[in-house]
């Protein structure tokens, strides 16, 4: 009984205090690629499809949770912009998954958590700035 009080007070501490119950326990891997990027990329262009269901920044990294079908081959992702700031307030920056299924043909439902280091997009002149994820219609708040 003393138990099943310190859980629900526990419980209702993180649901008090705001805590993300989504990120609260996220371990961003050591391997997590940068974001990339390039001055010629299309913000709209092709990719594979993926379902991006949800996005969110955690520190300096993007948490980005995909769904895809494959299952037969390795898939690859980058997360890219042609570096073009808005020149408004948050100022705002484009930026795009890219998904290379590598032909995968496979039907498997595949979800997935990617992480990628967003230091690359920090404008030096100000301290926050919004992404707009071309290929959903989120904006994520990122400060650093």
């Known amino acids: 009984m003393k138990n099943l009080l310190t859980i629900i007070i526990l419980a209702g501490l993180f649901v008090g205090c705001g805590v993300n119950m989504h990120t609260a326990n996220t371990h961003i891997p ?4 940068k974001a990339i990027i390039d001055l010629s990329a299309s ?3 092709y990719t ?7 996005v969110e920044t955690v520190g300096d990294f993007l948490q980005i949770d995909v769904s895809y079908s494959g299952g037969c081959e390795e898939h690859e992702f980058n ?4 570096g073009k700031f808005t020149p408004t307030y948050p100022v705002e920056l484009e930026i795009h998954l890219e998904h290379n299924a ?3 043909r496979c039907r498997s439902l595949i979800d997935k958590r990617l992480f990628f280091d967003v230091t690359p997009f920090q404008n030096p002149s ?8 071309t290929n959903t219609n989120k904006t994520i708040d990122y400060s650093y």
Not at 48 to 54: E, G
């Open 102 to 104: 590598n032909g995968d």
């Open 48 to 54: 594979d499809p993926v379902n991006i269901k949800h």
């Open 126 to 133: 100000t301290s926050q700035v919004l992404f707009v994820v």
């Open 30 to 33: 050591e391997s997590a690629p």
């Open 43 to 45: 913000m709209h262009g």
């Open 79 to 82: 997360l890219v912009s042609n």
